[in-house]
């Protein structure tokens, strides 16, 4: 194998963001679309140029046609559609949030360790030079002894329909847009938290469309993240040590990539920019998979780091319902 001949599993609205890494990619090739209607998915395959189109998720999956699936489906079918793919000898890059359940995981990577195929979770940031490039700021100890670790990720929508809002699909502003800050501080910190403590606002949706979240790693070092579906569009990410702070503006978009601004706030002195490499934000996971799949080199976000997100995500939930500090 040369090239991963790659399906997308939906035709979901995030694919745009996924098709244009793949086709630039250099290892890789967009080989299929698959919808739940032969014509959805013949008129999706057309608009972006796609070649082989099929009309439902069995059908792509069981052909020989493809080699690796990208699965953008609701957050609550991302467990099943991740196992089949996997058992039907398929690779797979799962979007965000990975699963809504412990037992989702341990399936998912229990099939992936079975099979031997890839599974990976698409947290496209983790990719990007410039997150890259605060993690090795605080290895190397440039901003001291980190003590505080700031994320939010807000926006609303335009339209209130939509499969974030259904409580039985998994919506939910922490599952969708506060993961980001909340893997953030993971990725930053070392690993999950020891506690937690959420807070969150239940719209009309039966949803949490505002969250606020504390966590704990021991050492006095905190993290604060909030996420929002009824504010408008905010995101950035500070990181505080003893020696200085860095912060982003832009930690988990990429879109408009000329407006990403990285600074280093030293204890004494003026804010210095920090040069980012461009790179397109989705490239990264893609490449990843190809390292993975083509190479056998591990995957960048280990499926460890994935099962704590969630496991941290699940806790933050439990403690903003019962109103309690919960150990994680």
């Known amino acids: 194998m040369h090239k991963v001949r790659w399906g997308l599993l939906s035709t979901a609205n995030i694919n745009r963001r996924l098709i244009p890494a793949i086709q630039m990619s250099a290892r890789g090739e967009l080989t299929a679309v698959a919808s739940r209607t032969l014509p959805a998915a013949q008129t999706y395959a057309a608009q972006w140029g796609i070649p082989r189109a099929f009309g439902s998720y069995e059908a792509m999956l069981n052909s020989d046609e493809i080699d690796a699936v ?4 609701p957050n609550h079918l991302h467990a099943e559609w991740s196992v089949y793919a996997l058992r039907h000898g398929k690779h797979v890059l799962c979007e965000k949030p990975f699963a809504l359940t412990l037992d989702e995981v341990d399936a998912m990577t229990e099939a992936a360790q079975e099979t031997g195929n ?10 990007h030079p410039q997150t890259k490039i605060a993690k090795a700021w605080v290895d190397d100890g440039r901003l001291g002894d980190i003590t505080l670790l700031r994320g939010a990720f807000n926006f609303a929508f335009r339209s209130r329909e939509n499969v974030r809002l259904v409580p039985e699909y998994g919506g939910g502003c922490l599952w969708d847009v506060g993961i980001y800050p909340l893997s953030l501080a993971q990725f930053i910190m070392g690993g999950p938290p020891q506690w937690v403590m959420g807070s969150q606002w239940i719209g009309d949706t039966g949803v949490d469309e505002f969250f606020a979240g504390q966590m704990g790693y021991g050492n006095g070092r905190i993290a604060q993240i909030t996420a929002s579906f009824n504010t408008p569009f905010y995101t950035f990410a500070e990181i505080i040590g003893t020696q200085g702070r860095l912060t ?3 930690p988990f978009v990429g879109h408009n990539d000329g407006q990403r601004q990285m600074l280093f706030h030293p204890a004494n002195g003026e804010p210095q920019e920090i040069p980012v490499p461009q790179k397109e934000l989705y490239l990264g996971e893609v490449e990843d998979m190809h390292a ?7 995957n960048y976000l280990t499926l460890t780091e994935t099962r704590n997100h969630i496991k941290t995500a699940l806790t933050l939930y439990e403690s903003a319902r019962t109103g309690q500090k919960c150990r994680v």
């Not at 890839?118 to 990719?127: P, T, W």
């Open 70 to 73: 990208y699965i953008s489906l």
């Open 118 to 127: 890839i599974l990976a979770e698409a947290f496209m940031y983790r990719h």
């Open 248 to 250: 982003m503006n832009r």
């Open 292 to 298: 993975a799949i083509l190479d056998g080199a591990p």
